[in-house]
Each structure stands twice: as structure tokens, then as C-alpha cells.
């Protein structure tokens, strides 16, 4: 596949590392709503849990929700220390998100202003020191594939994509426009995580809700594994209004074992 024509023409790249972090991998899927945030959430949560130190970039600048997964819902001005914000920190997590400066204020901003506040939040935030450093910086996408996407890969190296995605065809869709961006940008596609894969019922049994396979079959045409297929369940969403960590809470759940497992994969 050719290269995207934005970066034949790579005016402005920077892959110049981010002091101090090993790994940077972005989440992300296409389509809107099909988990994302949450996904991003929850393995910083089970990677954190693995001993790895880690970081998440909010790069929804419209709508940004990792402050309020992790409990950081309220109004903090970062600190700045020699003209780089410190990133607040959750449950061991450091975040940077618009919503952070921005309070429960809508961003009103124009694409140019998008990509700037992007680059600022990767290459201005303090992620890491040499005694405190990053074993992944996780960046949680927006739907779609533009200016963020672009400007994300153009201003770092990523090292990975993590594709998230619902059964169903409408997200399969998206999500599949999205490897194939991502793979014009060289970004290894890491694995597919297919999110509401199924429910439980209280007598054990799978129901498969948005049909089956679609996981599967994005990860067979990107030759890339399917990391795990996450099941509905009601306390990830309360835990993500509630700034609370799922995979700590409700560790012996299906969900919270699944999401072990995806972080054992990526962390190796
Ligand atoms: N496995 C799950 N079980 C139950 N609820 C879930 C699950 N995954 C996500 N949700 C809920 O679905 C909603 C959408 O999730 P989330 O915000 O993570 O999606 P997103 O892809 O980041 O959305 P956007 O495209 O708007 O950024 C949230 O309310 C979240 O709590
Ligand atoms: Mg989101």
C-alpha cells in the first residue's frame, strides 16, 4: 500500500522520542462509541495492575472522556515546570486531556488549533523522568481518521495501534477504514479488541446481542491477533462514570480477566 500522500509530502514530522517513555500505542477504532475510552481505561488499569508505569493522552479535544474514567473529572490547571505541564495523576495513571483545561466547557476550536493542542498535550506535557519513567503512553483516539489521527502519527512514533471494535458491520466497517489508515502511516496494527462481544446472563449464558465474527475477521484480513472479546457489563460503565478502576473493583469478573490477559499480550 502507498504511503498517505500528507506524509509523501511530510512537511512537519517529528518522531524525535518522548524523554523517558518505552512505548507509545494508540486506541483507536473509527467508528464512535464502540468503546475507545473505555477500552483505554481499563487497560491502563490492568497494565498498571502488571507493575507497568503508565500514561494516557486524551486526543478527543471535542469530547474528552479519560478525566472523568479515572476520577480526574474536576477543573486542575496542570502545573507547569520549566514550561512543561505536569500531568495529574489516577490511580497511578498520568492523563493530559482538553477537559483538564478546558473544565466542563465545550472546546470551541478550529482544526489548526486541534492539532496544537495534540502536539502540545505529547511533546509538552512532563510524561516521564529518568526516575520515573513511562512503560506506555496510551492515546485515546477520536472517531474517525483525520487531522488528530494524522497529526498523532506525524508528531510521534507510534509503536502500535489497537483497534477496537463491536461485532457488528456498521463498526466493522469504520474500524477496517481505520487499520488501513493506520497501515499508511506505517503504525503496526497490535491486535483487535472486539468490545460488547456478548452479554451473560445471571445463569452463565453468552448472548451474542450485535451478532458475531466481526472481531475476528478484522484481525484475520490484518493479519493481526485478536487480543480479547470483551462481554455488556453493566459495572464497566458505572465504573467509568465513576472515575472508579474496574479491573481492581470487579477483578474476578469475565471483563477484568479479559483485560489481564490483553495487557500480558502487549506488555511482552
Ligand atoms: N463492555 C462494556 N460493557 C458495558 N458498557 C460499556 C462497555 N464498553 C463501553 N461501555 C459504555 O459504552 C459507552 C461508550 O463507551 P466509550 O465512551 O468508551 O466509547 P468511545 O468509543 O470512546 O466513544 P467516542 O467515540 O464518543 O469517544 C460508555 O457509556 C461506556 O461506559
Ligand atoms: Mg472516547
Given at each position: ?6 506524509l ?36 491502563a ?5 502488571a ?118 458491520e ?62 455488556l ?36
Amino acid at each position: 500500500m502507498k504511503p498517505a500522500p500528507e506524509l509523501q509530502r511530510a512537511p512537519n514530522i517529528n518522531h524525535t522520542p518522548i524523554a523517558h517513555v518505552a512505548r507509545i500505542i494508540a486506541v483507536a477504532s473509527g467508528k464512535g462509541g464502540v468503546g475507545k475510552s473505555t477500552v483505554t481505561t481499563n487497560l491502563a488499569h490492568a497494565l498498571t495492575r502488571a507493575g507497568k508505569r503508565v500514561g494516557i493522552l486524551d486526543a478527543d479535544i471535542y469530547g474528552p472522556s479519560i478525566p472523568r474514567m479515572l476520577g480526574l473529572e474536576t477543573y486542575i490547571t496542570p502545573e507547569i515546570i520549566d514550561g512543561m505541564m505536569v500531568p495529574p495523576v489516577a490511580h497511578g495513571i498520568r492523563a493530559m486531556s482538553m477537559s483538564l483545561v478546558t473544565g466542563d466547557q465545550a472546546a470551541v476550536l478550529r482544526a489548526p488549533m486541534i492539532t496544537k493542542a495534540l502536539v502540545q498535550f505529547l511533546r509538552l506535557t512532563r510524561w516521564a523522568t529518568a526516575e520515573a519513567p513511562l512503560d506506555f503512553l496510551l492515546v485515546d483516539l477520536p472517531p474517525g481518521t483525520g487531522d488528530v489521527t494524522l497529526s498523532l502519527a506525524q508528531n510521534c512514533k507510534l509503536d502500535g495501534l489497537v483497534l477496537v471494535s463491536t461485532p457488528q458491520e456498521v463498526a466493522v466497517i469504520d474500524a477496517d477504514k481505520c487499520a488501513v489508515a493506520f497501515h499508511k502511516l506505517h503504525v503496526k496494527l497490535l491486535g483487535v479488541v472486539e468490545n460488547m462481544s456478548y452479554f451473560i446472563d445471571p445463569h452463565g449464558t453468552p448472548h451474542h446481542l450485535f451478532g458475531q465474527g466481526g472481531g475476528a475477521k478484522l484481525a484475520e484480513k490484518f493479519h493481526a491477533p485478536l487480543l480479547g472479546q470483551l462481554p455488556l457489563d453493566a459495572n464497566v460503565g458505572v465504573c467509568a462514570d465513576n472515575g472508579e478502576n474496574f479491573v481492581a473493583s470487579y477483578a474476578d469478573s469475565v471483563a477484568a480477566r479479559i483485560y489481564e490477559e490483553i495487557a500480558d499480550n502487549l506488555a511482552v
